[in-house]
């Protein structure tokens, strides 16, 4: 693929498996607020009843659903609140609970292969990442690797909204067709991705079959096939 000049890439459950590192930060921020609050504030907390506090805070306030970081924070605002905590109180073990969350979910682990194949592409290419959730890339070891990472929270809308492709594209100063992205997200990375030109690879990271013909141009499900496509002609 002679014309591609950088490669972007999605990362939870791209480059790493996602379900896990979250539901390990998830019992750490418990832990911790155990810690510092009274039993009777964290008696009934679990992934279940937090869940239906952060739903419920998505459908007063939508706008904000993309924004990871300001979700988690404001059901913890709510949760201590509906406790019986003061503003005050609730929004200071708000902020130590998302501090130890924060912290946990960025302890990846990355695929098989990726750390290597990452290594070999960063020879060649400019590597960038473009992200609907809020792990911090480039304060990872793997953000060696990369120019920048972009997150969902900071812009107006997420994938597939093509408003972070676009400024992707911008600081890769590159045309869409000279792009290749890469994620496991049919919708999201995929069809967004296709949408302004930019061509694309289904990361297929748990072998799923779909039920439709896949709009992309290559599928794999190991990140070192990358090297393959790479090498083939446009």
Same mark, same amino acid.
């Given at each position: 693929m002679k014309s591609i000049r950088a490669l972007t890439f999605d990362l939870d459950n791209t480059l790493w498996e996602t379900d896990l590192t979250i539901l390990k930060a998830e019992d750490a921020m418990a832990a911790h607020l155990r810690h510092l609050s009274p039993p009777a504030w964290m008696a009934e907390f679990g992934l279940d009843t937090f869940r239906a506090v952060r739903q419920k805070i998505v459908e007063e306030?939508?706008?904000?659903?993309?924004?990871? *970081?300001? @979700? /988690?924070?404001? *059901?913890? @605002? /709510?949760?201590?609140?509906?406790?019986?905590?003061?503003?005050?109180?609730?929004?200071e073990l708000a902020s130590e609970g998302f501090r130890i969350f924060y912290e946990e979910r960025q302890k990846v682990e990355p695929y098989p292969d990726t750390v290597e194949t990452l290594e070999i592409l960063a020879k060649t290419y400019p590597l960038a990442a473009i992200t609907n959730g809020n792990a911090d890339l480039m304060a990872m070891p793997l953000g060696q690797y990369f120019q920048f990472s972009l997150q969902s929270q900071h812009f107006p809308k997420p994938k597939p909204d093509p408003v972070m492709f676009e400024e992707a594209l911008k600081r890769l100063a590159i045309q869409p067709n000279q792009c290749l992205h890469i994620g496991d997200d049919i919708e999201h990375d995929v069809m967004g991705a296709n949408r302004l030109g930019i061509r694309t690879v289904w990361f297929n990271t748990r072998a799923q079959v779909p039920e439709d013909d896949v709009p992309a141009d290559h599928t794999i499900t190991n990140l070192k096939q990358l090297l393959t496509i790479l090498r083939s002609p446009d």
């Open positions: 306030q939508p706008t904000i659903a993309h924004n990871l *970081t300001v @979700v /988690r924070r404001k *059901t913890l @605002v /709510r949760w201590f609140e509906n406790q019986g905590a003061t503003l005050s109180i609730a929004e």
